[in-house]
């Protein structure tokens, strides 16, 4: 493929529940296939030589709003990835990353996702990053709270460095499946200078083509940040 390819892709998976609908299956049905395509996309994003894709599993509203037994069901889910699935990842050499407020998870949950995490090779050249019940909103509260607990200056450099994402470069693009043209809460302050793509395709119809049709997209894109493109001045 041609043009650049970003070093940061944000995944925003939505749609699985409309899937589901269609075919008359419960939700959770919808976020199986959901699952088996963030997989066969994170393969891809890999061979493309993306180095960072984070994908926005679980907002703090979803955590806070959605039935237990479709939340039982995501759950369910992780622990099916982060005990079968993370291995296969482990073995090419990546990684898994967590970002979020894992507190209120089921304990068992929330000690494979940070076992995942620290059991992730080091220096890996590919990180899947995983949001769980994560928001922006309270990601900045949390960072800017802890800055001034330890009396220090508040900055852009100082906050940026107690977010979650401290360790992985901004977003180049973040992508949203499933219709909805609106961040819901993913990567605010990390996303200022994002490239933002918006497809119709419900996330469990998501092919790993369609995520190439995105990069392509994105390598066309004239990102400014603010100045005057060289070539157009
Ligand atoms: C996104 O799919 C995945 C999660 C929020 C966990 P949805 O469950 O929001 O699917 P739709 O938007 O209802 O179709
Ligand atoms: C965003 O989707 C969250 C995830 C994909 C995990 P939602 O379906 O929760 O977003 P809204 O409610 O339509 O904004
Ligand atoms: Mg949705």
Redesign the pocket.
Known sequence: MEGSIPRHVGLI???????AQARHMP?SL??NA?MNAMIRISKRAKELGVSWLTVY???TE?LASRPKEELDG?FGLFRKYFTVNVKKLYKQGAGVKVIGDLSPLPQDVKELLERGEKDSPAGAAFTLVFAVNYGSRAEIARAAASLSADGEEITEESLAKRLYTSDIPAPDLIIRT?GEKRLSNFLLYQGAYSELYFTDV??PDFTPREFEKAIEEYSRRDRRFGGINELKR
């Open positions: 998976m939505d749609g699985n529940g409309r899937w939700r919808g976020h959901g599993v679980l907002s979803n995501l499933g419900l996330f």
